[in-house]
């Protein structure tokens, strides 16, 4: 008989007075923690198999239910704590490889909080956003760096490809097969109302989301799932996925059993098989080959749409920057370290890469000082959490910022990081019909329109905090940050003063 090494992570707490044994709980538990003991005429749950997802608690009709994290802690000390003790326990049970999802959880520096943004006082005065105009539309791709006249002196008004966008962020990738058919469709049907993005990931398009092709971006990775002529002609914008902010250096794994028929069909590839997209492009060994696949890319869409490259933030990241740049990219989408994903390995997610904001400053400072700034739009992810998030990000210089892990918060999740199972219990990151159909797409939809309309009402309040009135005015304009405890290279990179300078 195999014995429990370890007492459960979390406990579950009935008030048997407040039970009324209605076995919702055991019917929402996709782990199947709950179940009704009958001769007991008692509801009784394995604690073993609970993840925290909060699906019973929120859904138990007389409020029965509690979890909580166990205090039967392990004999732990500074060196090894319960993480690390556990993980050692599992892998000597398994053999295998640890595998998670969404971000890094780490207690690295979240650069965004030791960030503080400027307010107009006097001189300078503040905008007020209800009663003036403020500009939050964005239009990503290449800009002239100069203006250009025809030979009969009339202002050459002509641009490349662009993404218009209503407000400076999108909803980044997250493809068909790691999420439902439902969490796509409200993140397609938002990103339409809203006049923003939302992305394909690496998955493909389902045929009925070919309606949304104007507001959607869609992905090419190294699998090249789902790739051919109709899919690139149907989005707004082609993005290239070199790398992703989870998982820098390797590439994705969609198990098998998540590969229904309809997965399947979008995909191109054998029902029930594994979908294993290689860690590099096998035709990109060099900027050459990158640019390459950037102009096969417009060529196969007659030169209509910006191509985006995606890059996970790592040590180098400036100076890939200014190869990507240079490669007849449009659009460069930088992902930092805490980005979300549907599975990774634990080992990578939680120690490779760099901070998105430390990328992100020093990508903008080399492009400016290569001169070749207005040759791309830079997009920005990798756990943007808040309107103020976004803003730090535009004035580090950004032009528009990725959403993920908020997004799918808006759905419903409840981070119990989990994903990797296939058995969200809040229909997200599962392909189970049964789970799905938990998530109603036009509630979906009508959270991510809430959570964005809310974000933009704010952007405005900052930007007229600051005395700007559009999100060009706010890109790049490092002097409305201040830094506080940080130390001196840190600011250096960031390219900010400490506050009181
Ligand atoms: S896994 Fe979720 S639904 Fe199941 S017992 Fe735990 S909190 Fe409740
Ligand atoms: S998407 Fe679902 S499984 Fe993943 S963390 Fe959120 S609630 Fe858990």
Same mark, same amino acid.
């Given at each position: 008989?195999?014995?429990?090494?370890?007492?459960?992570?979390?406990?579950?707490?009935?008030?048997?007075?407040?039970?009324?044994?209605?076995?919702?709980?055991?019917?929402?538990?996709?782990?199947?923690?709950?179940?009704?003991?009958?001769?007991?005429?008692?509801?009784?749950?394995?604690?073993?198999?609970?993840?925290?997802?909060?699906?019973?608690?929120?859904?138990?009709?007389?409020?029965?239910?509690?979890?909580?994290?166990?205090?039967?802690?392990?004999?732990?000390?500074?060196?090894?704590?319960?993480?690390?003790?556990?993980?050692?326990?599992?892998?000597?049970?398994?053999?295998?490889?640890?595998?998670?999802?969404?971000?890094?959880?780490?207690?690295?520096?979240?650069?965004?909080?030791?960030?503080?943004?400027?307010?107009?006082?006097?001189?300078?005065?503040?905008?007020?956003?209800?009663?003036?105009?403020?500009?939050?539309?964005?239009?990503?791709?290449?800009?002239?760096?100069?203006?250009?006249?025809?030979?009969?002196?009339?202002?050459?008004?002509?641009?490349?490809?662009?993404?218009?966008?209503?407000?400076?962020?999108?909803?980044?990738?997250?493809?068909?097969?790691? %999420?439902?058919?439902?969490?796509?469709?409200?993140?397609?049907?938002?990103?339409?109302?809203?006049?923003?993005?939302?992305?394909?990931?690496?998955?493909?398009?389902?045929?009925?989301?070919?309606?949304?092709?104007?507001?959607?971006?869609?992905?090419?990775?190294?699998?090249?799932?789902?790739?051919?002529?109709?899919?690139?002609?149907?989005?707004?914008?082609?993005?290239?996925?070199?790398?992703?902010?989870?998982?820098?250096?390797?590439?994705?794994?969609?198990?098998?059993?998540?590969?229904?028929?309809?997965?399947?069909?979008?995909?191109?590839?054998?029902?029930?098989?594994?979908? %294993?997209?290689?860690?590099?492009?096998?035709?990109?060994?060099?900027?050459?080959?990158?640019?390459?696949?950037?102009?096969?890319?417009?060529?196969?869409?007659?030169?209509?749409?910006?191509?985006?490259?995606?890059?996970?933030?790592?040590?180098?990241?400036?100076?890939?920057?200014?190869?990507?740049?240079?490669?007849?990219?449009?659009?460069?989408?930088?992902?930092?370290?805490?980005?979300?994903?549907?599975?990774?390995?634990?080992?990578?997610?939680?120690?490779?890469?760099?901070?998105?904001?430390?990328?992100?400053?020093?990508?903008?400072?080399?492009?400016?000082?290569?001169?070749?700034?207005?040759?791309?739009?830079?997009?920005?992810?990798?756990?943007?959490?808040?309107?103020?998030?976004?803003?730090?990000?535009?004035?580090?210089?950004?032009?528009?910022?990725?959403?993920?892990?908020?997004?799918?918060?808006?759905?419903?999740?409840?981070?119990?990081?989990?994903?990797?199972?296939?058995?969200?219990?809040?229909?997200?990151?599962?392909?189970?019909?049964?789970?799905?159909?938990?998530?109603?797409?036009?509630?979906?939809?009508?959270?991510?329109?809430?959570?964005?309309?809310?974000?933009?009402?704010?952007?405005?309040?900052?930007?007229?905090?600051?005395?700007?009135?559009? %999100?060009?005015?706010?890109?790049?304009?490092?002097?409305?940050?201040?830094?506080?405890?940080?130390?001196?290279?840190?600011?250096?990179?960031?390219?900010?003063?400490?506050?009181?300078?």
């Amino acid at each position: 008989m195999s014995i429990q090494w370890v007492y459960p992570e979390f406990e579950v707490i009935r008030n048997n007075e407040r039970c009324i044994r209605c076995q919702v709980c055991a019917r929402q538990c996709a782990n199947e923690v709950h179940c009704y003991e009958k001769e007991l005429d008692a509801m009784i749950s394995d604690e073993s198999r609970c993840v925290n997802c909060q699906r019973c608690v929120s859904l138990c009709p007389t409020h029965a239910l509690k979890i909580v994290r166990s205090d039967c802690r392990l004999r732990e000390n500074a060196n090894w704590n319960q993480d690390a003790i556990r993980e050692i326990y599992k892998q000597a049970q398994s053999g295998g490889v640890l595998l998670s999802s969404m971000g890094n959880p780490k207690p690295y520096p979240v650069y965004w909080d030791k960030i503080l943004i400027n307010a107009s006082q006097v001189t300078n005065p503040s905008i007020d956003p209800l009663r003036e105009p403020m500009e939050t539309r964005v239009s990503l791709g290449k800009k002239p760096s100069q203006v250009r006249r025809e030979e009969n002196g009339r202002l050459n008004c002509a641009l490349s490809p662009q993404i218009q966008l209503s407000m400076p962020v999108m909803f980044s990738a997250m493809s068909y097969g790691s %999420i439902s058919y439902n969490a796509h469709l409200s993140l397609a049907r938002a990103a339409s109302e809203l006049g923003i993005c939302w992305n394909t990931g690496e998955g493909g398009l389902h045929q009925d989301f070919y309606q949304y092709g104007p507001h959607t971006i869609v992905q090419v990775a190294s699998g090249r799932f789902g790739v051919h002529k109709q899919y690139l002609e149907a989005g707004a914008a082609i993005e290239i996925k070199m790398g992703q902010g989870a998982k820098p250096g390797i590439g994705g794994h969609l198990p098998g059993a998540k590969v229904g028929p309809d997965v399947s069909r979008t995909r191109m590839i054998p029902e029930g098989s594994d979908a %294993i997209s290689p860690a590099p492009h096998h035709d990109i060994y060099s900027i050459e080959d990158l640019r390459q696949l950037v102009y096969s890319l417009k060529e196969a869409t007659a030169y209509r749409k910006p191509v985006i490259v995606k890059v996970a933030a790592v040590h180098n990241i400036a100076a890939i920057a200014s190869g990507i740049a240079r490669s007849g990219a449009d659009i460069i989408a930088i992902d930092g370290f805490r980005g979300g994903t549907g599975a990774a390995p634990t080992r990578i997610r939680d120690s490779v890469g760099i901070p998105i904001e430390l990328a992100l400053a020093a990508v903008d400072q080399r492009l400016r000082d290569e001169g070749i700034r207005n040759n791309v739009s830079l997009v920005v992810g990798g756990s943007i959490r808040s309107s103020a998030d976004v803003v730090k990000a535009i004035a580090l210089g950004a032009d528009a910022c990725y959403i993920a892990t908020a997004a799918v918060l808006a759905l419903g999740c409840h981070l119990c990081r989990t994903c990797q199972t296939g058995k969200c219990n809040w229909g997200i990151a599962t392909q189970r019909p049964d789970l799905v159909k938990r998530l109603n797409p036009n509630g979906g939809r009508e959270r991510l329109v809430n959570l964005m309309t809310a974000w933009n009402h704010e952007i405005k309040e900052l930007m007229g905090g600051m005395g700007i009135n559009s %999100i060009e005015a706010l890109r790049g304009n490092r002097l409305m940050l201040r830094g506080v405890g940080l130390n001196e290279t840190e600011l250096r990179i960031l390219g900010i003063s400490h506050a009181g300078e």
